[in-house]
T-cell receptor, first 114, second 111 residues
Framework: DVKVTQSSRYLVKRTGEKVFLECVQD?????MFWYRQDPGLGLRLIYF???????EKGDIPEGYSVSREKKERFSLILESASTNQTSMYLCASSPWGTRSYEQYFGPGTRLTVT | AQRVTQPEKLLSVFKGAPVELKCNYS??????LFWYVQYSRQRLQLLLRHISRESIKGFTADLNKGETSFHLKKPFAQEEDSAMYYCALRGSGGSNYKLTFGKGTLLTVNP
């Protein structure tokens, strides 16, 4: 059973703080993704990675960075959190190749920036 | 550029009624289309893909290239179908491990 875990379910941070969101998958997937999920805006891709140390910007990368030092772990970093980054953050992973469409999602981290 | 449009944010039907969740797409090549679903307090998960032409939980979806649509249908809705539904597109070529999602439709099936 594919498992994607995220380090926190709920997180409250102050404006200007550096925030780390961690995601770990145990299925040896090559691809990993970070999304924001906001009401009325759906899922928006922030960053994705198709291999260790490789990353590509998604649709809304501004204010975020990522790190993938190990295959199973993909971290999202908010360098200086702002209130407009209050959101639900979803991590996902998928295998390489023809089944890459099947993304497995984590439970989400609800981040509140005050 | 690829785009997925779900025109309805909210859809409410009664149990036993037919349901259709609309999805339109824009893509210059030959896309693959998918439906993902998120039930309350559960993770987002794949529901079905157009290539398999399968029925999952009574839902079907047909890719209509002429109308660039991939609507999700079920003849008799059940209360347990209440969820958020996202249509997603995968393009061809180098970035085909990436999905583009629509904004989602929240389906409520009333008793």
């Amino acid at each position: 059973d594919v498992k994607v875990t995220q380090s926190s379910r709920y997180l409250v941070k102050r404006t200007g703080e550096k925030v780390f969101l961690e995601c770990v998958q145990d299925m040896d997937h090559e691809n990993m993704f970070w999304y924001r999920q906001d009401p009325g805006l759906g899922l928006r891709l922030i960053y994705f990675s198709y291999d260790v140390k490789m990353k590509e910007k998604g649709d809304i990368p501004e204010g975020y960075s990522v790190s993938r030092e190990k295959k199973e772990r993909f971290s999202l970093i908010l360098e200086s959190a702002s209130t407009n980054q209050t959101s639900m953050y979803l991590c996902a992973s998928s295998p390489w190749g023809t089944r890459s469409y099947e993304q497995y999602f984590g439970p989400g981290t609800r981040l509140t920036v005050t | 550029a690829q785009r997925v449009t779900q025109p309805e944010k909210l859809l409410s039907v009664f149990k036993g009624a037919p349901v259709e969740l609309k999805c339109n797409y824009s893509y210059s090549g030959s896309p693959e289309l998918f439906w993902y679903v998120q039930y309350s307090r559960q993770r987002l998960q794949l529901l079905l893909r157009h290539i398999s032409r399968e029925s999952i939980k009574g839902f079907t979806a047909d890719l209509n290239k002429g109308e660039t649509s991939f609507h999700l249908k079920k003849p008799f809705a059940q209360e347990e179908d209440s969820a958020m539904y996202y249509c997603a597109l995968r393009g061809s070529g180098g970035s085909n491990y990436k999905l583009t999602f629509g904004k989602g439709t929240l389906l409520t099936v009333n008793p």
